[in-house]
């Protein structure tokens, strides 16, 4: 069974910075994909950025040039750092990971940003 951990939510001030992990049970090698998403309240869980096996990255327009997602396959951890951070930034953020089966998704970790 598949498990996600995330972790390094928290309260932020705007114009601040976060790095969020997400460290899977087992190796990170059999999912094809892995991502970032959240939901803000009374909105639909939306995509944040996702990369691939390979190493391919892709991101929502609302957070390019801003946020950063990698992946240390040693670790098997993937990582969304979160830079010049806005207050409509805030939501619960989820790590997914893909495989030919089915997606997985953590339990999710609070971001607050607020002065």
């Known amino acids: 069974q598949v498990q996600l951990v995330e972790s390094g939510g928290g309260l932020v001030q705007p114009g601040g910075s976060l790095r969020l992990s997400c460290a899977a049970s087992?190796?990170?090698?059999?999912?094809?994909?892995m991502g970032w998403y959240r939901q803000a309240p009374g909105k639909q869980r939306e995509l944040v950025a996702t990369v691939t096996s390979g190493g391919s990255a892709n991101y929502a327009d609302s957070v390019k040039g801003r946020f950063t997602i990698s992946r240390d396959n040693a670790k098997n951890t993937v990582y969304l750092q979160m830079n010049s951070l806005k207050p409509e930034d805030t939501a619960v953020y989820y790590c997914k990971a893909t495989t030919v089966m089915r997606d997985y998704w953590g339990q999710g970790t609070q971001v607050t940003v607020s002065s």
């Open positions: 087992g190796s990170i090698f059999r999912f094809h994909a």
